[in-house]
């Protein structure tokens, strides 16, 4: 007979947790070892669902993987219920991580993961400014100042030696938000229009726009942005010129041609698949990356499961090292 029951606990880690256990600085860490891993073929994501599900105006879906390297196996759940904020009180991006066991298919852990999805998105756009941008970047420009904003200039404040911070938003009315992370920074603040963000060295773009803001002729040579706002089939937030002129890396090149920035240069024949890299392949050292000052670089992050089984995974561990893991027969 087969015993059912053994081994079957659940560590359950809270939303409310998730803040006292989870740094910038491991997130940072667990996404890097991820695309790593899935540019060595040692970590896949599966293709992600995401559906209109015709209640609450809901997108709801699965993110989910497996990597072998870290034998992190599982799915992120959740997605976006935009009335929650008015309605309920409560956030609008909705989601909770699953950790399977991959030797067994038993489940391991159930993370809140709204926070972790700020942390995991921001650790991916740092990880791509400190393997692309030029070591000597000074100037940093916001592009979008909700929600995610905040913590992407947070984490990449922490890499490299900025001195000042640019924003530019459709609603001017919520610079403050970015205003405020530079000033906690001690660093000085100024808005720009577009064609300001010519100043910058590094450009980081997280909207929720469906058409292109940040036009070729808006950026110099030698800068590297990180589009992190497109995630789905429709959106867009830079020109597809500019993706013809710059060296391409993403986290998945499949996600990068389907429902991240570079769906709109494919389609206008501007570039093809081959031209997208894997930021992994950087970090292992098997794409040269940046190859001169003058190169703009363009990371098309589009957030895969991967990001967020890694952090989840680290949280569990965090957890059981302080003693806050709650323990669930199952
Ligand atoms: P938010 O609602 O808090 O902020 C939205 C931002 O987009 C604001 O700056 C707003 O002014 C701007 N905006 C809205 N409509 C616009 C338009 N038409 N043109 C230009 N700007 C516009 O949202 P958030 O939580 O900060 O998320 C921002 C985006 O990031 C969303 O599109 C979200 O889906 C995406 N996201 C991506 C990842 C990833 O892994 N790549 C992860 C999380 C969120």
């Known amino acids: 007979m087969f015993d059912t029951v053994k081994n079957a606990g659940v560590t359950i880690v809270p939303e409310s947790e998730i803040a006292g256990l989870m ?31 015709g209640h609450a105006d809901a ?40 950790l399977f066991d991959p030797d067994t298919g038993r489940v391991k852990a159930m993370v809140g993961g709204n926070l972790l999805t700020a942390l995991r998105t921001a650790a991916a756009s740092s990880v791509s400014i400190r393997h692309l941008a030029r070591k000597d970047a000074k100037v940093i420009a916001m592009v979008g100042a909700g929600h995610q904003a905040r913590f992407q200039l947070q984490t990449a404040l922490e890499h490299r030696d900025f001195d000042k911070v ?32 010519r100043e910058a060295d590094v450009i980081i773009t997280i909207t929720s726009s469906f058409a292109a803001t940040v036009m070729a002729d808006h950026v110099s040579p030698g800068t590297h942005l990180a589009c992190m706002g497109t995630d789905t089939a429709g959106k867009q937030e830079v020109d597809p010129n500019l993706l013809a002129k710059a060296r391409v890396f993403t986290d998945e ?24 890299h894997q930021i992994g392949a950087v970090i292992n050292g098997t794409h040269p990356g940046r190859a001169t000052d003058d190169d703009i670089t363009l990371f098309d992050g589009t957030g895969v499961g991967l990001q967020d089984l890694a952090v989840a995974a680290r949280v569990v561990e965090l957890a059981v090292e302080k003693g806050v893991a709650t323990q669930v027969d199952f």
Do not use: C
Request: proline share 5%; net charge negative.
């Open 23 to 53: 740094t910038r600085e491991a997130a940072f860490d667990a996404v890097e070892k991820t695309f790593a891993a899935m540019a060595s073929d040692d970590a896949y994501n599966f293709p992600v669902v995401r559906e209109a599900i």
């Open 59 to 98: 997108l709801y879906g699965f993110k989910g993987g497996f990597d072998r390297t870290g034998q992190t196996l599982g799915l992120k759940a959740g997605g976006y219920w935009p009335n929650n904020l008015d309605t309920h009180g409560l956030i609008n991006h909705q989601s909770t991580v699953f």
């Open 166 to 197: 640019i924003g530019w938003n459709l609603h001017p009315e919520m610079l403050p938000n970015i205003e405020q992370v530079a000033r906690d920074a001690g660093l000085p603040f100024q808005a720009v229009d577009l064609p300001g963000l």
């Open 253 to 276: 090149v499949a996600q990068s041609v389907s429902i991240g920035e570079a769906q709109h240069a494919i389609a206008q024949g501007l570039i093809t698949t081959a031209d997208v």
